[in-house]
């Protein structure tokens, strides 16, 4: 009898393991493509994107976190505001290669995890890609120090838990191809917001200033740095996603 119990519990696992892990087949073209002018749509005009920034803020503090974590500095807190702007707060030494990735993560993230799921998406592991990101915001929701952050990557993570769990392999299909458009096109927005800024006279405590003064190299290339990080990804992830 255990026996048969440890073998229906094996194949349960290696059941779930198949849903979560496997290949699924690529969607048609069409919808490729409209979910790509979805994701345009919701990142171009100015009042759809003051909303949908928030995802973007939720990705790019938790960049700076994930990269603190990983150079070891100690992780105090996330803070998102409904502002769309952000606090991420690590302890450790002021300077050094950890400070300036931490700090160079931020603008990095988005189009960065747009590409990694660009990447998933066309090997065909749709479900997987729902469940990392779910994985990662949950993870996140640990970090959150404010109730507006808090409420916003729950209902996030939720949305991305009932697709993966509840959708029907279609549903799952168009939300993941139409959130990796998004964090492709999304990513190259705010680099261009942040130059805007500065070239007003603003936002001086940014982080291609930060990363400035930590490494002495002018804010400028920085910046120009975010540029090419997110418009790289958005070729080479696109690429990917239109190819499938």
Not at 126 to 146: E, P
Not at 150 to 175: M, P
Not at 206 to 224: E, I, K, M, Y
């Amino acid at each position: 009898m255990a026996i048969g119990i440890e073998t229906a519990a094996d194949a349960g696992l290696t059941d779930l393991w198949d849903r979560v892990f496997g290949t699924q087949a690529a969607p048609e073209q069409w919808l490729v493509i409209a979910t790509g002018l979805v994701a345009l749509a919701v990142v171009g005009p100015h009042g759809i994107w003051r909303l949908a920034r928030n995802a973007i803020t939720i990705a790019h503090e938790g960049g700076h976190g994930l990269v603190a974590l990983l150079t070891g500095r100690r992780l105090d807190g996330i803070r998102l505001h409904s502002d769309t702007s952000g606090l991420t707060v690590s302890r450790g030494r002021p300077t050094g290669l950890g400070m300036i990735l931490t700090a160079a993560a931020g603008y990095t993230a988005p189009p960065l995890l747009g590409l990694g799921g660009a990447a998933l998406l066309a090997s065909g592991r749709i479900t997987a890609f729902l469940w990392i990101a779910t994985a990662l915001l949950v993870v996140m929701l640990v970090m959150i120090r404010n109730a507006y952050g808090a409420l916003t990557v729950i209902l996030t993570g939720g949305t991305f838990l009932l697709v993966s769990w509840l959708a029907n392999t279609d549903v799952q299909a168009a939300f993941a191809y139409a959130v990796v458009w998004f964090l492709l096109l999304g990513g190259v927005r705010p680099a261009f917001e942040l130059q805007s800024k500065r070239r007003r006279g603003g936002a001086g405590d940014s982080d291609a200033d930060q990363l400035s003064r930590l490494t002495h190299v002018p804010a400028g290339l920085w910046l120009f740095l975010f540029h090419a990080v997110s418009l790289c990804s958005l070729m080479g992830g696109g690429r990917w996603l239109v190819d499938v």
